[in-house]
């Protein structure tokens, strides 16, 4: 089992829609989650962390998270072309030093047509 | 500078010669994360430092992956005898992580390695 799965896609949505982007983890200790846009030939950038269970909004994107199910979810509501990009889920991972590093899944490529 | 810097922004080079890439984290970030991103791909974590902490390396694909970081400041990662399947982009991220969770990271604009 990998640490960190995420569905490949391409998720294919008309514009306007909602967009959900689905995320499962390994680690039962994970306590911090996030979600990361990449656009093609660019570095990733975080938009969303969620450290709580429960829903946590920010504009058009709630990121929602379930640790009983170990299981987090990016919505993205009104979605735009401009939101047509990879989305990275990133869980923290225990390290034998003491700290957690993170561990990235492999990203689902969302596609919005107009 | 403010951001993560690293450099070379490209390099091509002949199979089997050595490489080394350089990353410069944000100021007062204790973390240094190196991932590998294969085109189309995910990112694939390689190496971990963490302040004085041993770095985690789990994640280096062989013994031809070395990677060296002095306190909290730059970090190398270094490529010996490269072969075809080591082309990539290497990104380099740095965060001010806390002992029981990790915080968020900001990236370099990486490195595209091409091996010829």
């Known amino acids: 089992q990998k640490e960190v799965e995420q569905n490949s896609g391409p998720l294919s949505v008309p514009e306007g829609a909602i967009a959900s982007l689905n995320c499962t983890y390994s680690d039962r200790g994970s306590q911090s989650f996030f979600w990361y846009r990449q656009y093609s030939g660019k570095s990733p950038e975080l938009i969303m962390f969620i450290y709580s269970n429960g829903d946590k909004e920010d504009g058009r994107f709630t990121a929602q998270l379930n640790k009983a199910s170990q299981y987090v979810s990016l919505l993205i509501r009104d979605s735009q072309p401009s939101d047509s990009a990879t989305y990275l889920c990133a869980v923290n991972m225990a390290h034998s030093g003491g700290y957690n590093k993170l561990i990235f899944g492999a990203g689902t490529r969302l596609a919005v047509h107009p | 500078g403010a951001g993560v810097s690293q450099s070379p922004s490209n390099k091509v080079t002949e199979k089997g010669k050595d490489v080394e890439l350089r990353c410069d984290p944000i100021?007062?970030?204790?973390?240094l994360y190196w991932y590998r991103q294969r085109l189309g791909q995910g990112l694939e974590f390689l190496i971990y430092?963490?302040?004085?902490?041993?770095?985690?390396k789990s994640g280096l694909p062989s013994d031809r992956f070395s990677a060296e970081r002095t306190g909290e400041s730059v970090s190398t990662l270094t490529i010996q005898r490269t072969q075809q399947e080591d082309s990539a982009v290497y990104l380099c991220?740095?965060?001010?992580?806390?002992?029981?969770?990790?915080?968020?990271?900001?990236f370099g604009s990486g490195t595209q390695l091409s091996v010829l």
């Open positions: 100021s007062g970030h204790t973390a």
């Open positions: 991220a740095s965060s001010f992580d806390g002992p029981a969770r990790s915080e968020k990271l900001f």
């Open positions: 430092f963490q302040g004085n902490s041993a770095p985690d």
